[in-house]
C-alpha cells in the first residue's frame, strides 16, 4: 500500500542481501543495449549450445504433445520410462548400475538440484566446501540457505585437482575454531571453468575424503561427453554411492539447455531426502518433454562423434583468439568453453574482457566470477558458428591496447 508518495516499510528476506544478480544476467542487459545502439555483439560467453537435439528427439516431442492425457500433473519422481533410460544411459556410458525406482531423481534442470541438494543437507551455519575457481551458483545456493562457505583453491599446478593437504587443513582448523561441521562438498568434473578432466585416482581420493569425514561428495557432471573420448562418474568408484551423489543434465550432451531436464543418482536414502524438498517446490516435468529425453539417451557414439567434430573445428578457432590476445592455454582440456590465462603485463582477466567488449564488439567472460583464483583468466564459449568466431577473430586483430601495453597482432 502506498500513501501520499511513500512506501511503507516493507524490507526483504535477510538473505536477498547475501547475494547479487548473477553476473550473465547484468552483462547480457548490457549487451542487449549495445546491440539496440546497432553494435552487433558477438557473445561468446555463455554456454548454451547453438544446434537442435537430434531429429529423433524433436519427432517423439511432436508425437507425444498431440495426445490427450500427457498434459496433467506429473510424478514428482517422474516417469518410469525415464528414470529407466537414465539408469540404461549410466551403464552403457559410466558402468554404473543405478536402481531406477530408488536410485535416480529426475530434476528441472542441474541448477535447480543443487539448491535442492544445500536445502537437504545444510542447516545454518554448517560448513559446505566451494571450488574456487567454481561455478557461482555452488557459492550463492550455500549463502541463500545460510550455510558457511569454506572455499578451496584449484591451481593450475596441481591440473585444477583439489589439494587434499588444504582440505585436511581447512577441516582442522574449523575444528579448532568450534565452528559447526563441513557438510558437504562441490566438485565438478570434467571441470567448468578450467576444462580440466578427472581420473580415476582424483575420484577415488574424493570418495575416501569423504567417507572418512562423513562429508558428502557432490559431483557435478554435465560435461563428460563433450570433446572427450572417455565419459566418467564419481559413481564407478567402488562404494561412492554411500556417500556421493552426482548431478547430470541434457543441456550440454544433447543440446537440450532451454527443456532444463537434468538428473541427480545417489543411494536411495539420500534421494529420498532431496525428494522430500523437491515434492514441496515445484510439480514435476511436462510428460513429452520427457518421452523425448527417453528417446534422446538411446543415442550411440555416432551422435556423439557428430557433435565433438563440430565442437573440435570451433576449439581450434578459440584457441586462434586466445593467441591473438596473447592467452596461454592447456591443450588437453575438455568441455564446451576455452579456458586461458592472460599475459602477465595486463591489468586482470575482467579488464581485458571490458577492453574487447567495447572495443572489439566480441564478448568473452572474465574468470573472476568463478572466484579470485580465476582473475587473471579468460573463458570462451564454444557454443557458436564458425563463421561468428572467424569474424570474432577479425574484430579482436584489429583492436589494440592502449599505449601503455602492448599491442596484439596476428
Known sequence: MQKDGKVYNICPAGRTGSVGEYYFSKKLKEIAEMNV???DIINLGIGSPDMPPSEQVIATFRTEIQKEDV??????TGIPALREGFASWYHKWYGVTLDPKTEIQP???SKEGILHISM???NPGDGVLVPNPGYPTYTSVSRLVDADIVAYHLDEKNGWYPDFGELEHLL?????SGK???KLMWVNYPNMPTGADANAGLYENLVDFGMNHGIVICNDNPYSFILNENPQSILSVPGAKEICIELNSMSKSHNMPGWRMAMLASNAQFVQWILRVKSNIDSGQFRPMQSAVVEALKAGKDWYDGMNGIYRKRRELAGQIMETLGCVYEERQVGMFLWGRIPDHLESGEALADKILYEARVFITPGFIFGSAGDRYIRISLC??????EKAIERIKQCTLSESEETFAL
Open 37 to 39: 545502439a546497432g553494435k
Open 71 to 76: 498434459h496433467g500433473y506429473q510424478p514428482y
Open 107 to 109: 530434476l528441472i534442470g
Open 120 to 122: 537437504a543437507f545444510l
Open 172 to 176: 582442522t582448523e574449523r575444528r579448532r
Open 180 to 182: 559447526p561441521a563441513v
Open 384 to 389: 557458436c558458428k564458425e563463421h561468428v568466431l
